[in-house]
């Protein structure tokens, strides 16, 4: 899928310690890595919280003024400095001339979406033509099905897998009762072996291969939202494409998180949200990617003005001249104040590049991982809580987020490191989710997070000494 990095990041942790003659755990590696790291200087275009502005803070145990312990890029992104501008701009532009903003300026209203769209095409690895911007994940995915979901008496199943996020399930449950179908026997979900916690590549491909012929859509996600794995999709992708089916992919925690190529691999269909690695603010404008090769044979099932041809489209004679491919999927006029916010983040990630991004995130994490290892391996008996790392170890199987369990009840685990100013979640049934996101955590964050994190579960061992 993608080039290793030529050291593996444990072995760079290890060499910047032996050259700096101190313990892999020590403060100068981090410091260290922070010096070599040249996107650091990405992290001064966003705003990060502060101790002091967080409401469970305990003030006894952090210093107020320090920047939060920030590892929740994956579930809502910073605010990149910038936003406020390009909202004010419009907001300006809109008490000055009214209705004449719809076709003026930096961002004329009525091509707002279009004018970043741009912006997206290294993030997803697509032309501008297979990337639309509009309305939310979840509504993209229902309006993709609605088209690449056509079931027959013999080919009739969406493939999808275990644990999928709840909004991905309903709406999959919801399209096959649409078409009238038994949802036990039509929704086919791929569960992990006993015993482990993420999927086996071989395992999804057994599926498809024995199942195909009846298979009518498969919709992963692509970077799984509680476990972290990063599914091979350009594996899914083909062998499904062999046997006949579409394949999509659900990508909001995939998108800026990992380098994408949906163009190359093949991808049929790809849905995301922004405000997630994308930073774009809750609600944010959402995408969805069409593949060129489906431009003049997969429609839209609902249509709107705005999937009509610019050129004519204020005729307003009915006669719909629809845009090929992913822009005559758009119903409305789009949402010019998320197109702010969301510019302003695309602009900072079209500086920095996914390459980049995706070869710091690679040691960032295995910062992380080298950490935990090192304090909570397997071969550290001394501890009496067991701390799990249930993210696939190998590189190419994760992007950016870790998920940890552990032997005790995550609430007191998840309690005692919100005090201190870390500000990870917790997700059922037991899982921790840390995420450090290239673009403005440093390693230094990764350094505190685990000071943090050992006198956190010092506490949890002494207040829960039975547990
Ligand atoms: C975050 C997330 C969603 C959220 O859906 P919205 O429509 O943006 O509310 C859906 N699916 C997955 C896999 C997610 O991670």
Redesign the pocket.
Known sequence: MEPLPLELPADTVQRLASELKCHPTDERVALRLDEEDKLRHFREYFYIPKMKDLPPIDLSLVDKDESAIYLLGNSLGLQPKMVKTYLEEELDKWAKMGVYGHDTGKRPWITGDEKISGLMTDIVGASEKEIVLMN????NLHLLLLSFFKPTPKRYKILLEAK??P??YYTVESQLQLHGLNTEKSMRIVTPREGEETLRTEDILEVIEKEGDSIAVIMF?GVH?YTGQYFNIPAITKAGQAKGCFVGF?L??TIGNVELHLHDWGVDFACW?S??YLNSGAGGL?GAFVHEKHAHTIKPALVGWFGHELSTRFKMDNKLQLIPGANGFRISNPPILLVCSLHASLEIFKKATMKALRRKSILLTGYLEYLIKHYYGKDKPGNKIAVNIITPSRIEERGCQLTLTFSVPIKYVFQELEKRGVVCDKREPNGIRVAPVPLYNSFYDVYRFISVFNSALDSVERKHASV
């Open positions: 939310g994940l979840t509504v999928a996020f909004s991905d996600s939202f659900d909001a925690h949200c405000y997630k959402a």
